[in-house]
Structures are given as structure tokens and as C-alpha cells.
């Protein structure tokens, strides 16, 4: 079996430029540049055609853009497993860190799925902004709060006072 290389590309976005990494035909890693640490992204080559028109897709609200994520990316069982239920909660949905170790039957593994989730390579389509405090607040996000709070303003959640 042959293992194709990882090729990273730039994107322009409505929240700054998108780093994305890419093996063969799926992505593997997708973050904010600015907080990227790799860094100028601006000698990245721009993105393919199809990468583009998935992720303007997704800014749209026309489609998750799950269909370009690698369906194995690197990283434990329990990620692996949290990440799986992210690609479950829904655009305009907000779930708790609670409620997301409860889906997994793990109830009282809250903080552990808090790891999970900011463990997560493919923000914005393995849908991490999604997951919020259990008082509704907005808790960490590895594109920073602010964006947390624009994304799920853009998906049509109204912002949580404070966050």
C-alpha cells in the first residue's frame, strides 16, 4: 500500500486565511493560519478548485464538507470516537461537553471530551465550534472565541451574552 504525502495549501475566508493539509483526495488537518504555527501561509499554494468550492460551500450553509475529510485521521480510540459524534451534531445545533460524553455512554467523561474536542485537526467541517459549556457559555475553541462566537452566529445561533 502506498502512502501519498501530506501537501498543505492556503484558503482565503470570511475569518482569515484557512491552512488546509491534504492527503490524496481528503483533508487531514484544516486550521486558522494566524494560529496555525507553521508560519507564513501566505507562501502556501492556494487550495484546489475542489477544496475551495467545498469550503465556500460550507461559509454558505450549503453542505458540511464532510465528504473531503479523511475518515482516518490520526489520533486515539476515545478521539477518534469524539470526533465521529462531532460529524453528528447538526449546522445550527449546540451541544454540551456533557451531553457529547453522554452520547458516547460516557456520562461523567466530560472534561475528557473537552480534551478530545480541542484535540480535533479539521476545525470548521469536524464541526467543534458546535460544543459548548453546560451553562451555555462558549468554552474553548482552537480558532479562538470570537470566532467560535461569528460561526455559530453565521450558522444562526445567537451569541451567548459575555462569551
Avoid at 467545498?54 to 476515545?78: H, K, M, N, P, Q
Avoid at 462558549?138 to 455559530?152: F, M, N, Q
Wanted: glycine share 10%; proline share 3%.
Amino acid at each position: 500500500m502506498t502512502i501519498e504525502r501530506e501537501t498543505h495549501y492556503r484558503l482565503d475566508s470570511r475569518l482569515g486565511d484557512i491552512e488546509l493539509t491534504v492527503q490524496g483526495e481528503v483533508v487531514t488537518a484544516l486550521r486558522f493560519s494566524d494560529l496555525a504555527g507553521s508560519g507564513d501561509s501566505a507562501a502556501l499554494p492556494a487550495a484546489p478548485a475542489r477544496f475551495r468550492e467545498v469550503l465556500t460551500a460550507w461559509f454558505e450553509g450549503r453542505g458540511s464538507g464532510l465528504e473531503i475529510v479523511s475518515s482516518e485521521l490520526a489520533g486515539t480510540l476515545f478521539q477518534q470516537q469524539v470526533w465521529q459524534a462531532l460529524r453528528d451534531i447538526a449546522r445550527g445545533q449546540r451541544v454540551s461537553y456533557r451531553q457529547l460524553a453522554s452520547s458516547l455512554g460516557r456520562p461523567h467523561a466530560a472534561r475528557a471530551v473537552a480534551s478530545a474536542v480541542a484535540a480535533n485537526p479539521v476545525l470548521l467541517l469536524l464541526p467543534c465550534h458546535r460544543v459548548i459549556g453546560s451553562d451555555g457559555s462558549l468554552r474553548g475553541y482552537a480558532g479562538g472565541l470570537e470566532r467560535k462566537r461569528i460561526l455559530l452566529e453565521l450558522e444562526g445561533e445567537a451569541a451567548v451574552e459575555g462569551a
